[in-house]
């Protein structure tokens, strides 16, 4: 029963089946503006080190106009996606929508959720405060054998790094000769910011692996309705 109710979730509550379903062009649009944006980004961070070491300019203009363009057509692709939420919310779900620009997600909206999952476990006779418990119970079970493990352990990805790098830095030191001071300090910064951001996207990167796995963020989604499902129910 446990996977019928994440089977109705799935093609009948979910933001993908009321709201992504009718818009699946744009979406993947955002999609790809957004990591393009990303990873002209991350460009735009290496061709500065050559701008400032090496004394390359032309990849750093380049990598510039490309995240400029990979940005506006992110910021356009978002506020499409949202127009688009809020109309779908409008004709499909019939609940009110945000006035605000870049808002779609009502509470109604929520609340339509909600009674649809209340609706089926009632008509499954599943709306009892321990089955519902127990349903939760097993769902998360289930969300911790979906877990993931790294790809690469961190100790493995830094010792495969750390010689790369190494490299690197003899080559600028050799190329900047009389500037070894300011060589270091730039270094010093720099590595110590790409170590705080490490730090903190490391933190974030199961998160995002979550994110990108359909069943588990159904299921987390699931979790969280049958939670307020469950506070709602008398004893």
Request: net charge positive; aromatic share 16%; with cysteine.
């Amino acid at each position: 029963m446990k996977d019928k109710l994440l089977s109705f979730y799935k093609n009948e509550v979910s933001v993908e089946a009321l709201v992504l379903s009718h818009m699946r062009g744009l979406s993947r649009f955002f999609n790809i503006s957004f990591w393009i944006s990303f990873s002209s980004f991350i460009l735009v961070f290496l061709s500065l080190l050559l701008l400032v070491y090496v004394k390359i300019i032309g990849p750093f203009y380049v990598f510039i106009l490309l995240f400029v363009i990979s940005f506006i057509c992110l910021l356009v692709s978002i506020d499409l996606y949202v127009r688009r939420a809020k109309e779908i919310v409008r004709r499909e779900v019939k609940t009110p929508s945000y006035e605000k620009r870049w808002r779609w997600r009502t509470e109604e909206f929520n609340e339509y959720q909600r009674q649809k999952v209340t609706d089926f476990l009632n008509e499954k006779n599943l709306l009892k405060k321990w089955k519902v418990e127990n349903i939760i119970e097993s769902l998360n079970d289930d969300n911790e054998r979906m877990r993931v493990p790294p790809l690469i352990a961190p100790a493995v990805f830094i010792s495969l790094t750390v010689p790369n790098v190494n490299q690197f830095l003899t080559f600028i030191y050799e190329n900047n000769e009389k500037n070894k001071i300011t060589v270091f300090v730039y270094s010093f910064l720099i590595t110590s910011f790409m170590v705080f951001v490490i730090n903190y996207l490391s933190k974030q990167v199961w998160e995002m692996k979550e994110e990108f796995l359909k069943e588990f963020y159904h299921r987390r989604e699931l979790l969280n309705i049958l939670e307020d499902v469950l506070l709602s129910i008398e004893e």
